[in-house]
């Protein structure tokens, strides 16, 4: 009846399990029978979920608290870039969400408000996930989180609001006006966080470690890790992501070589079948000419993102064709200002990255950091909580006192995960102890080591030399 009802495809997704695990989307009844039964299967409750197919619509989050007196704020927006079909683990997110208008955002934080009521969460935090149609603008609820979750981790290094300690409190009966900000020290926990800068998460996978493994993304979380990277624009960040996940793309997805199909048609199935690789495909289709309405229509990708994937392809274009020689100081100063880092510069334009970097000390070129305040810059931040952009105003006002810089162990992987953070804070806390002010680089939002209050000083950055 539910398949007369949907018709195919349709999304089925078991109780009680994390990851999307044992869901999938089936297109057919033998499909459907497998999954459900799979499903039913792997649920500690023996129930499914079967839903109507969404596949292709908008994903968005919102991460919201309300305390026990009603009083509700939104903590941060995120989007992601691929559609709906790919688990938002799976996928690239950015923080603020960027394509909505300001009433499809309003319709959502009305809609979170009336949720989070309903379901009876009196104090705490919620990832309430949303879909939107971008042909009609129709909004729906697909997923409720009412507790702290991996987006809540994401939420809380994309702002600076700590929504596990606040939630903690709140259960103690505080009310949101009565908690301050421990970054401020003016404003309360009532304040929304906004900022003025762009957060962008990329997701880790280790499929070298499974070489039979599907490689197909679906409704069923597939990777391990992920990397945040934060800039003053969206290709900015989005860059300096792909820098952090330590997989070898320093040279951002490109070669000099002329992007040729191995058989007709390969380009197109590997934009339409969503992959850990599909986002290689992207930039490989904008090299061999193809327009942002091709790859839309092939991807579903939301066109905002899919110009500015084009505008970096034209500015590596640029790059290349100018060379190191007649590389102008105007120039250089927008490549790195887009996010392009000197390795990926050298691949473009066939020298070493020692080139590139003696080339912006010759400009006086250097990166200046800026603080993660909650509130644009409205306050003072007493919270030296930083990353890199090219600018010209420096906000990270360095201290006399002896330092010691600790290197964070970047994104979770097979056989490196959660021992060597601990190893990383129990360094910093040790330091402290003995009078050193300790400063920290990484750029894994799952990890304590980037609290912002673990250690004194905190750069939310690749781990690369450069950076």
């Not at 792997?42 to 979920?49: M, R």
């Not at 990484?442 to 905190?458: A, G, H």
């Amino acid at each position: 009846k539910l398949v007369d009802r949907f018709g195919f495809p349709v999304i089925i997704r078991p109780s009680f399990t994390l990851g999307g695990v044992g869901g999938g989307i089936a297109y057919n009844m033998e499909e459907y029978r497998e999954l459900a039964n799979r499903g039913i299967e792997l649920s500690p409750v023996h129930e499914v979920l079967i839903e109507e197919s969404v596949i292709g619509w908008k994903e968005f989050e919102l991460e919201v608290m309300r305390d026990a007196a009603n009083n509700f704020v939104v903590i941060c927006s995120i989007e992601n870039i691929d559609p709906m079909g790919v688990h938002t683990g799976d996928s690239i997110t950015v923080a603020p969400a960027l394509t909505l208008s300001d009433k499809e955002y309003q319709r959502m934080r009305d809609a979170a408000r009336r949720i989070i009521n309903r379901v009876g969460v009196e104090t705490g935090g919620s990832n309430i996930q949303f879909a939107i149609n971008p042909e009609d603008g129709r909004m729906v609820a697909i997923e409720m989180n009412p507790r702290v979750s991996r987006s809540s981790a994401l939420a809380s290094k994309a702002t600076g609001f700590p929504i596990a300690k606040i939630a903690a409190k709140l259960a103690l009966g505080y009310r949101l006006s009565e908690i301050p900000n421990d970054i401020t020290k003016l404003t309360p926990a009532s304040f929304e966080p906004v900022i003025d800068y762009v957060v962008v998460k990329v997701p880790r996978w280790t499929f070298e470690k499974f070489p039979k493994a599907d490689r197909t993304l679906t409704t069923q979380m597939k990777s391990v890790g992920e990397a945040m990277a934060i800039g003053r624009t969206f290709k900015e960040a989005f860059l300096k992501g792909i820098r952090s996940l330590e997989i070898g793309a320093s040279g951002l997805l490109f070669s000099n070589d002329v992007v040729e199909e191995r058989e007709p048609g390969e380009l197109q199935r590997r934009l339409v079948s969503p992959t850990d690789r599909r986002m290689w495909a992207v930039f490989e289709a904008f090299e061999a000419g193809w327009s942002v309405d091709q790859v839309f229509d092939a991807t579903k990708i939301d066109r905002w993102f899919l110009t500015q994937f084009s505008e970096i392809v034209e500015l590596r274009r640029e790059a290349t064709l100018v060379g190191s020689r007649d590389l102008s100081s105007g120039l250089l100063r927008t490549l790195k200002r887009a996010g392009f880092g000197d390795e990926q510069l050298g691949v473009a334009i066939g020298v070493e990255p020692t080139v590139i970097a003696a080339r912006r000390a010759d400009n006086n070129l250097r990166a200046v950091y800026k603080r993660i305040d909650t509130c644009a810059a409205e306050f003072e931040s007493f919270t030296p909580y930083l990353y890199g952009t090219y600018e010209t105003e420096c906000e990270a006002d360095p201290t006399d006192r002896q330092k010691v810089v600790i290197l964070g162990s970047g994104p979770n992987r097979i056989g490196q995960g959660i021992e060597f953070d601990y190893c990383c804070c129990h360094a910093a806390f040790a330091l402290r102890e003995v009078g050193y002010e300790t400063v920290m680089i990484n750029c894994n939002p799952e990890t304590v080591s980037t609290d912002y209050d673990s250690v004194d000083r905190l750069y939310f950055e690749p781990l690369t030399f450069e950076d």
